[in-house]
C-alpha cells in the first residue's frame, strides 16, 4: 500500500469485523520537512483499501466512514502496552 511505503512505517494492525486499530510512526514528508500529517496517511488508508475492498466484494460504494477516532502515543510506555493488545 502507498501510505506504508513512503509515508509511515508500520508496527501493528488489527482488523476487526468493524474497524482497524494501527500504530505507525508517520515519516518525514523531505520536499516540506514536515512530518506527513494524520489526515493525509488516513486518507491513503482509506482509499487504496476502500478501493481493494470494492474491487473484491465486486461492488462500489462507501466502505469507510469519514470521522477516524485516533490516538497520539506519545510515550514508549504506552505503545508497549497497547502493542500487547495487537499480539
Known amino acids: 500500500m502507498r501510505a506504508n511505503r513512503w509515508t509511515l512505517e508500520l ?3 488489527v482488523v476487526m469485523p468493524d474497524h482497524v486499530h494501527i500504530v505507525f510512526v508517520p515519516k518525514i514528508d523531505m520536499p516540506k520537512l514536515e ?3 494524520l489526515a493525509r496517511i488516513t486518507k491513503a488508508i482509506k482509499g487504496a483499501s476502500a478501493h481493494l475492498i470494492d474491487r473484491e466484494l465486486g461492488r462500489a460504494g462507501r ?3 469519514e470521522e477516524s477516532f485516533d490516538r497520539v502515543l506519545r510515550i ?3 505503545l ?3 502493542r500487547v493488545y495487537f499480539e
Do not use: L, R, Y
Open 11 to 13: 508496527n501493528a494492525v
Open 35 to 37: 512530518v506527513f500529517s
Open 63 to 65: 466502505v469507510w466512514q
Open 76 to 78: 514508549s510506555e504506552k
Open 80 to 82: 508497549t502496552k497497547n
